[in-house]
């Protein structure tokens, strides 16, 4: 495993030391184990863990701007990605983790124990989170690798963007209807699209869009879930 990161990870510019490198390994090891017992991923062959779940995170390093110390919120981490691999990379974020679901939250927790990093870990939906004060326009940059389509991944996501930092989606290939279809609501949510890196990651076709905010968003957003997956921006 330790091979194939390090070699993947210098194809996008990322370097790591072997002890970076063995704390992948450990998080592998956890997530395995833990996928046992909830559901937290399809993808368990050690090759493919590292390039579609680590690697793939990484490429955020490649293709985004990430000040140094910057607040950075993963909404929607899921087993952590791509929240925990820029933590490893980028031991000087401060990193947030926010889920739905607790039990995803008690696995990321032993995660951060494990290998050693920090992190808040944060039990909300990700339209509640972003109403409540300690979170909304706080954080430098946003990342979600969440299925969503764009214009519903940044109604939930942008609240929680300060004025001039960064919304940053992770999403798959041929992504050009749906940017057309979410440039309205990025509008209305105080955004506008800076970039729109399109690369594959062995053979796989994948795109990393990153969204500035502008200026607040209105108050009216994020709305109630139901309305959001209603009628969606």
């Keep these: 495993m330790k091979d194939l990161l ?25 997530l395995i184990d833990w ?23 990484l490429t955020l390093l490649k293709y985004c701007e990430i000040p140094q110390n910057a607040k950075v919120i993963d909404v929607g981490t899921g087993a ?4 925990i691999p820029l933590k490893i990379a980028r031991p000087d974020i401060e990193l947030t983790l926010l ?27 990700a339209e509640e989170g972003s ?24 109604e939930y996501c942008l609240p929680y963007v300060k004025v001039g930092g960064s919304f940053i989606a992770m999403k798959g290939p041929e992504l050009s209807a749906e940017l057309n279809e979410a440039k309205s609501a990025i509008k209305t949510l105080g955004g506008k699209v800076e ?12 795109t990393i869009v990153t969204i500035i905010k502008e200026k607040q968003t209105p108050k009216a957003y994020p709305r109630h879930s139901s309305k959001i997956k209603a009628k969606p921006l």
């Design 131 to 154: 109403r409540k004060p300690e979170y909304r326009d706080f954080f430098d940059v946003v990342v979600s690798r969440a299925v969503a389509r764009l214009n519903t991944l940044s």
């Design 80 to 83: 952590g990605f791509p929240g």
């Design 195 to 206: 970039s729109v890196e399109e690369f594959e990651l062995c053979g796989s076709g994948r």
């Design 99 to 125: 889920d739905s679901l607790n039990k995803r939250l008690t696995f990321l927790k032993e995660v951060c124990g494990n290998i050693e990093i920090s992190a808040e870990l944060v039990h909300l939906r």
């Design 6 to 30: 390090k070699r993947k990870c210098d194809e996008i510019g990322v370097e790591l030391t072997d002890f970076q490198c063995a704390q992948f390994e450990r998080y592998y090891e956890l």
């Design 35 to 57: 996928n046992k017992k909830i559901n937290l991923t399809r993808i368990t062959e050690p090759d493919e863990v590292v390039i579609k779940h680590f690697v793939d995170s």
